[in-house]
């Protein structure tokens, strides 16, 4: 089993939450798949920048404070070792850390699933312009709220 075996069966749940399961369904997947790659990540081997980042996606989606930490710093080392699409983690993963502790989202990549299936943004703490949300390949403020809203 390799870092990326599991990157892939991670997104293979990604891909069927919501239609085919529950939330509580979801993290009990992820939650075995953090399982088999916590040793992976003990390992002494040199992970490539890629690895880094498919094992920060793994513990992005595990949505607690010890995973979204841990997830900021795979994808922080991926990005500094020249993984460019690890930049886009990094803001997500910094949102999620901050709308998990209660506070205001920087980039706007949280949002909650409303009861009519919409989504709505967490509060945005409006730092952040729409030069730098490019910079981490994120859309616009305008483009997100035209999606958000359809």
């Known amino acids: 089993m390799t870092i990326k075996d599991l990157y ?10 919501g239609k085919h ?7 009990l997947f992820n939650r075995a798949i953090r399982r088999r790659l916590a040793p ?4 002494k081997r040199k992970r490539s920048p890629r690895e880094l980042w498919m ?3 793994i513990l992005h989606h595990g949505n607690t404070l ?7 710093r795979f994808a922080q ?5 020249g993984y460019k699409p690890a930049k886009t983690l990094v803001a997500q993963a910094t949102d999620r850390l901050l709308q998990l502790q209660g506070k205001p989202q920087k ?10 299936g919409k989504l709505k943004l967490y509060v945005l703490d409006g730092t952040i312009t729409d030069a730098e949300r490019k910079a981490y390949g994120l ?12």
């Not at 859309?139 to 359809?150: D, E, G, I, M």
Request: glycine content about 6%; proline content about 2%.
């Open 40 to 43: 992976l990540l003990k390992s």
């Open 8 to 17: 892939l069966e991670d997104q293979h749940h990604i891909r069927r939450w």
């Open 139 to 150: 859309p616009s403020l305008k483009q997100l709220t035209s999606y958000l809203n359809t």
């Open 66 to 72: 010890g995973t979204s930490r841990s997830a900021l």
């Open 77 to 81: 080392e991926s990005y500094g070792q």
């Open 107 to 116: 980039f706007g990549t949280q949002a909650a699933r409303l009861k009519n």
């Open 21 to 27: 399961y529950t939330d509580n369904q979801f993290y």
């Open 55 to 57: 094992a920060g996606m």
